[in-house]
């Protein structure tokens, strides 16, 4: 197996995890806060597709959040460094999906360019230094599994609550 299989593989899943986390919701279901100050559903389905699409600095563009139409459905603007890391129970509040199909538009968008990518990485790729910032410097295929790592627990989290609210209904 090479490597590009490896990841094409492991991302490829996280399109029907999405769906389901999100199937069937109204625009307030995905706004629903367990408590006051938790992670709604909207914003982690947000955030990890906002964290996929942080890719983009390793293939040298722009990320999709900045350069499609995506923000205003979220009721936001196009400001590439809103990551969702750092954010208050009040930044939570303010990402406000439209509905499901916004939530699908930008992760489908974000899911395909970077599968594209993906696409043809060899085992080289994966040590090159895409992240200087940092004590050791941090190479394409740390970046990989982090973002990997990322969108995975924000989807479990997203179909966890997806199961209160629908059990509740």
């Given at each position: 197996?090479?490597?590009?299989?490896?990841?094409?593989?492991?991302?490829?899943?996280?399109?029907?995890?999405?769906?389901?986390?999100?199937?069937?919701?109204?625009?307030?279901?995905l706004r629903w806060a367990p408590a006051d100050?938790?992670?709604?559903i909207g914003w982690l389905t947000w955030h990890?597709?906002?964290?996929?699409?942080?890719?983009?600095?390793?293939?040298?563009?722009?990320?999709?959040?900045?350069?499609?139409?995506?923000?205003?459905?979220?009721?936001?603007?196009?400001?590439?460094?809103?990551?969702?890391?750092?954010?208050?129970?009040?930044?939570?509040?303010?990402?406000?999906?439209?509905?499901?199909?916004?939530?699908?538009?930008?992760?489908t968008a974000v899911h395909e360019r970077n599968?594209?990518?993906?696409?043809?990485?060899?085992?080289?790729?994966?040590?090159?230094?895409?992240?200087?910032?940092?004590?050791?410097?941090?190479?394409?295929?740390?970046?990989?599994?982090?973002?990997?790592?990322?969108?995975?627990?924000?989807?479990?989290?997203?179909?966890?609550?997806?199961?209160?609210?629908?059990?509740?209904?």
């Open positions: 197996m090479r490597v590009d299989d490896v990841f094409l593989d492991a991302f490829g899943r996280l399109p029907e995890l999405v769906e389901g986390a999100i199937d069937g919701l109204t625009a307030e279901q100050g938790a992670n709604t990890l597709t906002r964290i996929y699409d942080y890719l983009a600095d390793s293939m040298d563009a722009q990320p999709l959040w900045v350069t499609g139409d995506f923000a205003g459905a979220f009721g936001l603007t196009p400001d590439p460094d809103n990551l969702g890391y750092g954010h208050t129970a009040a930044d939570i509040g303010t990402v406000r999906p439209r509905d499901t199909k916004a939530v699908l538009d930008y992760f599968l594209g990518w993906i696409r043809g990485l060899t085992d080289s790729d994966l040590d090159r230094i895409v992240d200087t910032g940092w004590d050791p410097p941090v190479t394409l295929g740390v970046r990989l599994v982090s973002i990997l790592n990322d969108c995975t627990q924000h989807v479990g989290q997203a179909a966890y609550l997806h199961g209160l609210i629908t059990r509740a209904s």
